[in-house]
């Protein structure tokens, strides 16, 4: 017996294994091969994730053997790939085989994000699929294009120069979409949700991704102001601004602020509900957040002034291409106004009140010989008595070296057309509603 075995250490040394490629389902499970060898073998094992094998025997010889390997459930999102080389030692060299078990990823399909908020303006947005079967996807909601719909894992394109076709592998299996979400004219937030999945052999595999689009609102300072895309396709705040800047004290005559008036015009009213559906009124020097003469009057048409970014002061013409007239003679009719009344020949304040842009009125302060803190009413309150029946609107656009034009609302004669703002001195006492429009780019 010992000749023979050494007979057998010493000879060329031999080994084999019955099949080079074994293939398994991610669930795992068993699978045999069995070596043959004329020297004792050791059996190597190199795995990209060696604790899900369990092996019965890793070394022998010589003679053939059955070597039964149990595999553990793969539950990562990789494709695994696990080595066994049994290796015969000889006096001068070895010799060796292997046998290479692939093992299957479950199905995933994954979306890179969960939650995505957009604004009411919408826009193009990019997100990817990740998902190792082919993958559809499904939209839920009105306003909104995916593209594409379905894919399916790429593949590598061949190395140039490659004529080996098993090296085509699989790429990470990410593919990246396109979101198109519609502006929104809506009152409310509203929610899309994609929904993307993948069959794998066995499973049916999801996800979802949510889209949530803000109503259409402008936040400035600390409030919500709504805003709404009128009928000329411009967005227009439709509730007057009541903004002002820490340290200002309101009413004084000073700082250009004014409560809005009560509803009689006999005093003020700083009511935190009269403040937000009147709004406060404003000098032209803080309506347009400048210095304001006679000469830099003449610049100041289309400019941003107390507005956020992205939005202004209305000028002339924009204030026309909404009601369509002006008392001024001189400025011609715009018939093609949304809010022109032809029958009436004037802007009318009905329709541009259930097109949603409130006319509720604020007052206006009209100051006399020295300005606002001479005006002779209440800490320079309104001039004007009684039932408020006038509004004015800021316009950007200068009517005069000492005058503005302005969108006036005039609640008995139910007009809204385009004026201005009538003063008592050359010291620009006058102070009105601002609201603003969203610059056309």
Same mark, same amino acid.
């Given at each position: 017996?010992?000749? $023979? %075995? ?9 080994? %084999?294994?019955? =099949? ?8 795992? *499970? ?32 010589? *003679? ?20 066994? /080389? @049994? ?82 592998? $699989? ?47 402008? !936040? ?13 396709? =411009? #967005?227009? !705040? ?14 004084? +005559? ?9 509803? &009689? ?33 003449? =610049?100041?048409?289309?400019?941003? +002034?107390?507005?956020? &970014?992205? #939005? ?9 291409? $909404? ?28 329709? $541009? ?7 509720? !009125? @604020? ?22 008595? +009684?039932?408020?029946? /006038? ?10 070296? &000492? ?8 609640? /008995? ?14 010291? =620009? ?13």
């Amino acid at each position: 017996m010992a000749i $023979l %075995a050494l007979v057998a250490c010493t000879q060329e040394p031999e080994v %084999a294994i019955d =099949r080079s490629e074994v293939e398994m389902d991610y669930k795992g *499970g068993q699978f045999e091969f069995n070596v043959s060898s004329n020297c004792q073998w050791d059996l190597i094992c190199n795995s990209d994730d060696e604790s899900l094998l369990s092996i019965s025997q890793k070394s022998g010889g010589p *003679g053939d053997f059955t070597i039964r390997v149990n595999v553990n459930e793969n539950e990562s999102t990789a494709i695994l790939k696990h080595y066994f /080389t @049994a290796v015969a030692h000889g006096d001068k060299r070895d010799a060796l085989t292997f046998v290479t078990l692939t093992q299957g990823a479950p199905a995933y399909v994954i979306f890179n994000k969960s939650i995505f908020t957009t604004d009411y303006i919408g826009g193009e947005y990019k997100f990817t699929v990740t998902s190792n079967f082919p993958w559809t996807i499904s939209v839920k909601g009105e306003g909104i294009t995916v593209e594409p719909m379905s894919g399916e894992p790429r593949v590598k394109s061949k190395a140039e120069g490659d004529d080996d076709e098993e090296k085509i592998e $699989l790429d990470e299996n990410t593919t990246e979409i396109t979101v198109i979400v519609d502006e929104y004219e809506g009152d409310v937030n509203r929610k899309f949700e994609i929904n993307v999945s993948a069959t794998g052999e066995d499973q049916v595999v999801t996800d979802k991704l949510t889209i949530n689009q803000t109503r259409p609102m402008l !936040m400035i300072g600390n409030r919500e102001y709504p805003i709404k895309k009128m009928g000329d396709g =411009r #967005w227009w !705040m439709v509730q007057n601004l009541c903004y002002t800047q820490k340290g200002i004290s309101i009413g004084d +005559g000073i700082c250009g602020v004014w409560y809005p008036c009560s509803d &009689t015009a006999l005093e003020f009213d700083s009511s935190d509900d009269a403040i937000v559906n009147k709004g406060l009124v404003y000098s032209d020097a803080t309506a347009f957040n400048a210095t304001v003469t006679a000469t830099t009057c003449k =610049r100041m048409e289309g400019a941003q +002034g107390i507005c956020p &970014t992205g #939005w202004h002061i209305p000028t002339l013409k924009e204030f026309l291409a $909404l009601v369509g007239k002006s008392t001024n003679a001189q400025v011609e009719v715009n018939t093609e106004a949304p809010y022109y009344d032809a029958a009436r020949n004037c802007g009318s304040l009905s329709m $541009l009140e259930e097109a949603g842009f409130n006319t509720t !009125m @604020a007052g206006y302060v009209q100051g006399k010989s020295k300005g606002f803190a001479d005006n002779g009413d209440v800490q320079g309150y309104l001039a004007s008595r +009684g039932y408020i029946t /006038t509004n004015y609107i800021f316009c950007s656009t200068a009517y005069s070296s &000492t005058m503005w034009y302005a969108l006036i609302f005039n609640k /008995t004669a139910n007009t809204a057309n385009v004026g201005y703002m009538s003063n008592f001195t050359t010291t =620009r006492p006058f102070a009105g509603s601002v609201r603003c429009i969203k610059d056309e780019q």
